[in-house]
């Protein structure tokens, strides 16, 4: 349909949010003529239960941080505002309800987590809702995507779309440990990102305040419990 906006959906525990996020979704909209990136912080996460993750209130205040500057990046809060646990799908559907035929959806992922869809929640009727921005990774191109999902491929490979987005070598996890070895992590943040850190004292002795409950340390570049199922570059589970 013309006229239709072409919205990205990049999904995360962001736990913190890094530049190599910032990166992957600038890379992203450039490479898909993308209108707006969404930036969906993990809720209650569906895989790795036992992990701790920080406050959704910091989580959430983070993204919005490290987002601000750029007009066309915005924070949504629909797997934050979901109750219970959330699937990519979910949050899709949700989506798909909220911006109507006035949007298409692109969903930015890596390429690790492109394979690992067939064991997501629900994963024919995921890959039949909206595109999917694949970033390639050192060893993966369409042909290993393609055998990675299977007979799931032929039927939504014109809605699979490959990008190249440059390797940041930067991960939540490690910003996290370097704050509590009292390491700088000046230039791995947005400056608004790591003023609020220290303001705050986050990890300084692991995560402040979290809880067993919510699940997923990072979802990089969106899969399914991972970054959106993970969920760089918010995958929802069985």
């Known amino acids: 349909m013309s006229g239709q906006r072409k919205i990205g959906l990049l999904g995360g525990t962001f736990d913190p949010i890094h530049i190599g996020h910032l990166i992957a979704a600038e890379y992203a909209r450039e490479a898909a003529g993308l209108d707006e990136v969404l930036f969906i912080p993990a809720g209650e996460p569906p895989h790795k239960e036992s992990q701790l993750v920080t406050p959704v209130k910091h989580r959430y205040m983070m993204t919005l941080l490290a987002t601000v500057t750029n007009p066309h990046f915005n924070v949504s809060r629909v ?5 219970g646990k959330s699937f990519t799908v979910d949050t899709v559907l949700a989506l798909k309800e909220q911006y109507g035929a006035s949007a298409e959806l692109y969903f930015i992922l890596g390429s690790d987590s492109m394979a690992d869809v067939p064991n997501w929640h629900q994963p024919e009727r995921l890959l039949s809702l909206c595109h999917f921005l694949v970033a390639g990774r050192p060893g993966w191109d369409r042909d290993k995507v393609k055998e990675s999902l299977g007979p799931l491929y032929a039927p939504n490979s014109e809605r699979i779309h490959m990008i190249e987005i440059p390797a940041v070598d930067i991960s939540s ?15 791995m943040v947005p400056d608004l990102v790591l003023s609020y850190i220290e303001e705050r004292g986050l990890y300084r002795q692991g995560v402040a305040g979290a809880t067993g409950d919510n699940a997923q340390r990072e979802r990089e570049i969106s899969g399914e419990g991972q970054a959106l ?10």
């Open 79 to 83: 797997e934050i505002e979901r109750k």
């Open 173 to 187: 996890s490690e910003i996290r440990a370097r704050v509590r070895e009292g390491r700088s992590i000046r230039y």
């Open 229 to 238: 199922e993970p969920r760089v570059v918010s995958p929802g589970g069985p």
